[in-house]
């Protein structure tokens, strides 16, 4: 009843699209961490202007679906001189949309560390960079990791909705071969299983510095 | 250099919002004089600690240490102004702060707890460092467990590196905010052996503490304070043995019958 | 330059946009709790295939993304002879979705009860219902509390996918609106305030039971 030739048929371009979602992942992952890093940074200098700013962008970003972002700077854009290519549009979408989940996981982290630590770094003389780099940033990345893993597995998943605006990443390439073969079971489980494992390989690694980065707590 | 004085602290007032913690506080400490502060909870002995070495802004009066006003500066027209950071920072090299809940850095080992603040602050080289640490750890008697992570240790020991880490910086003045209250009763001798000892060794010392007897045992002065003023002060035999103050005789009495409960149990 | 007075006339049909939106969401929540309880139960279990089973299911189902499994639903069902009418085919991918994540959270408050507890509650002589009953669906369920608000508010964002196999709901709204008027900026910008305004709102009202039940 399964006809995996189907697959072995359009080999290179089920290749091609698991190499865009992996590129869109990993570009927009990387891009939001250091968004979200900068995001924690402003929230750190606080003021009465950043503050606010910052529970906003927290706020309109994790509150409304990421394909009204993607739709709204997709279809929208060229009507106020943004011409972007639809890979633009996700990489930076998918950014934009998991910084403000990164910037609320520092800021947990960073909250989580007893005010009493800072406390003797500065009494020690150390400058409020070197009590970052040395006191605070060690144990955020110790008490982030994990939910750092777990949300970059969700914006992994997340990528398969730049499918909608027509970026050729695996779930689109699976929907086209489907039409075309007018076969729907044989591309679409290997969609699921291709995203399951990605899944459960990046879960594994997280799982794994994880453990290396809090020796300090459990022994 | 040799200043009258290792702490002056003038008229003191420390305000969070309309609470008024501190109010008008005069105090002097000498090189090599061991001063204990007493009183009961909220009575503002922590806050004035922490008003030296500027963990807590103070909002009127003044600190010195050494000679030098510590914040604050005053611009030509007399008005305070407050003093940037960094200076803040190096005015207050001599003075190192020992704290209720420790305040190790819990991802670094012992030695590098110790040896961290010496290499950034000073920039004293890696090996140099490590054997300055490792010296100052032997001294309270913590050597043994240079390689240990500080969540391995009891309280005591813990409290004891926290002592070793100040003490590496070569401060002239500690501040101790109530070193034992965190501990179980067993190990609070341990720790109060090692203030003793710098006591006997002539250092500055400014103690908040809940424990009468040390307290009367290593103290030049004994100052209580009573919701933000200081109520008496003195040596410590004639505060403890002939209270002039009814506060001090109604803190004592309690503080005694506390003690007599529990001998009883 | 915009013209956000061209989305009065039409706010009728977002707004029964945003009301089949809820629908699918709310009936979703529901329904995934009833199954995630019997994940729960299942995972919790003594029957180790039934434990395994479970575990599967939940590592799938929250391993791959909601979209693929939308797809699943409404593209590879059909083809193995199962038909479902496009609402019911939504909820019912929602629910399965929504069931792995609730599992999970039902899973770690239970664990997270001191064994001590039941120890207890035995020794004082209540039935083993009477102690979920009585001591442990209530800490429970204020312990899940957060966890569910969240999921709830994730549900109702990735409902914004059902709009991609056609059902009629605030996103796909705003979408033929958007083609229809040549005024995507408007739509989407007005569509995003609904949800902004449903998800704030959800979260709002999970902080309020959250502090009831604290203080109860």
Redo the contacts between chains.
Sequence with gaps: MIDFNLLAEHREAILAGVWMTVKMSAGGISLGLLLGLALHGLRQLGGIWLVPLYHAYV??F????????L??VF??GP??GLEWSAERVGLVGLALYGAAYFAEIFRAGREAI?R??I??????????G?TFR??LW??ML?RCLAPLVGQT?ILV?????L??ITVAEL?NV??TI?TQSY???EP??V??LA??AI??VV?ATGARLERHFTQ??C? | MSQPYAIEIRNLHKHYGAHHVLKGIDLDIRPGEVVSIIGGSGSGKSTLLRCVNFLEEYTGGEVLVNGRMIGYGSSVTGEPYRLPEQTIRESLTDVCMVFQQFNLWPHMRVLDNVAAPLRLVKGVRKAEAYERAQAQLERVGMGHKAASYPGQLSGGQQQRVAIARALTMQPSIMLFDEPTSALDPELVGEVLNVIRDLAHAGMTLAIVTHEMGFAARVSDKVVFLAEGRIEEQGAPRELFNTPQSARLQQFLTSWNERQGSLAMA | MFDFTAVIPHLPQLLVGLASTLLVSLSAIALGLVLGWAICLGLTGHRAWLRRVCAVYVSFFRGTPLLVQLILVFYALPAVGISLPPLAAAVLALTLNSAAFQGEILRSGFQMLPKGQLEAARDLGLSPLQTLLHVQIPQVLRSMLPALTNETIDIIKNSALVSAVAVHELMRTAQTLASTTYRPIEFFAVAGLLYLLVTLCTGRLGSWLESRLRTA
Excluded: C, H, N
């Design positions: 706020a309109l994790r509150g409304t679906p990421l394909l009204v972002q739709f709204l279809y929208g009507y106020i007893p009493g630590q406390e003797s770094a500065r009494d020690l003389g150390l400058s409020p070197q040395v006191v060690p144990q110790a597995v998943k997340e990528s398969s909705v499918s909608i779930t699976a929907m489907a076969s729907m079971l679409y489980a969609l699921a995203y399951w899944a459960i879960a300090y707590q022994r």
